[in-house]
């Protein structure tokens, strides 16, 4: 029974308190009882697992009825002998009667001596198991691991993998969906159509374009990002939720700076990084432009904070 598609010879998943080990073709002892693959077991201990090899048996010489024996170097040295009277079609060729002759007396002897067979005894060394994962509780709705799947990875666009899949889309979403939760005075509108990126706080839309084209969650319920690591995950999806929380407590929550509010200030940088975008400029003039951009994103974070 194949638990988990993908793992290779002796590579093992932590499940649990238990291993789920891959073993290769051939025989094995797991836990002392004989078995063979390709198969995987469920064993409490990576160190249970042996390789057998040898067995069967081998020719140490031969005899014949006088109990004469003859080496079995010596008796292929024979067939060697009686080989080259044939040619390539298996056809027995004399060139004269002396070779038939000889033909005919290495033709006896090797009918009359016959093989005298020596088992060969079996050895088990130990198996090196690579642990290459362990399923563990994600303790959220929106990580998955792949062992929940028999798999012991995901495999995501352009075919890049990981270990560990973070719902991102649904992650805003449902930090979207908790904000609005927590502002029962104020109006939230969440659309049921492109995720997050039409959500309305009093009135105004919250998420400018430029999110949208940084992150593919805003439009997307179903975007996900695959991480190596748990810790990555679990990073990420804060990440997300912070960013989606930020945002619409700017709406929801405006503080002033003077005479203007701090929403204010990050409209305005948005409007001036629109208007730049579209602006040509010489190509020496390239890195000059993409460093504005730097410094209002900062602006615009910054601001954001507030």
């Not at 666009?157 to 005075?185: I, L, R």
């Not at 804060?238 to 701090?262: C, H, S, Y």
Request: overall charge negative.
């Amino acid at each position: 029974m194949k638990i988990f598609e993908g793992l290779q010879a002796h590579q093992a998943i932590k499940y649990g308190n238990k291993f789920v080990v891959q073993l290769n073709y051939g025989e094995y002892k797991v836990n002392g009882i004989s078995t063979t693959g390709p198969q995987q077991v469920v064993v409490d201990s990576t160190d249970v697992i042996c390789k057998v090899s040898g067995g069967g048996r081998k020719i140490v010489k031969y005899v014949n009825a006088n109990d004469d024996e003859i080496s079995v170097d010596e008796y292929r040295k024979h067939q060697e002998n009686a080989g080259q009277y044939y040619d390539d079609d298996g056809e027995l060729v004399f060139d004269s009667l002396e070779g038939r002759i000889e033909w005919a007396k290495l033709d006896a002897l090797l009918n009359e001596y016959e093989p005298v067979f020596e088992d060969i005894p079996k050895e088990s060394t130990k198996v090196g198991v690579d642990v290459i994962g362990a399923a563990v509780n994600t303790w959220s709705d929106f990580i998955e691991s792949p062992y929940e799947y028999g798999k012991i990875s995901f495999v995501g666009f352009g075919s890049t993998q990981g270990v560990f899949k973070v719902k991102v889309g649904a992650v805003a979403n449902d930090e979207a969906v908790n904000v609005k939760h927590q502002y029962p005075d104020s109006s939230v509108e969440i659309p049921t159509h492109s995720n997050i990126e039409f959500v309305k706080a009093n009135g105004e839309y919250v998420f400018a374009s430029r999110y949208s084209n940084i992150y593919n969650w805003v439009k997307n319920y179903n975007a996900v990002r695959l991480t190596e690591t748990l810790e990555e995950a679990q990073q990420l999806e804060n990440e997300v939720r912070l960013i989606v929380r930020i945002r619409m407590q700017l709406f929801l929550e405006p503080k002033g700076i003077d005479d203007v509010t701090a929403k204010d200030v990050v409209k305005d940088l948005e409007d001036i990084r629109n208007k730049l975008s579209s602006i040509d400029v010489k190509q020496k003039s390239f890195h000059g432009k993409r460093g504005l951009f730097g410094s209002i994103d900062k602006m615009i974070c910054k601001y954001s904070d507030l």
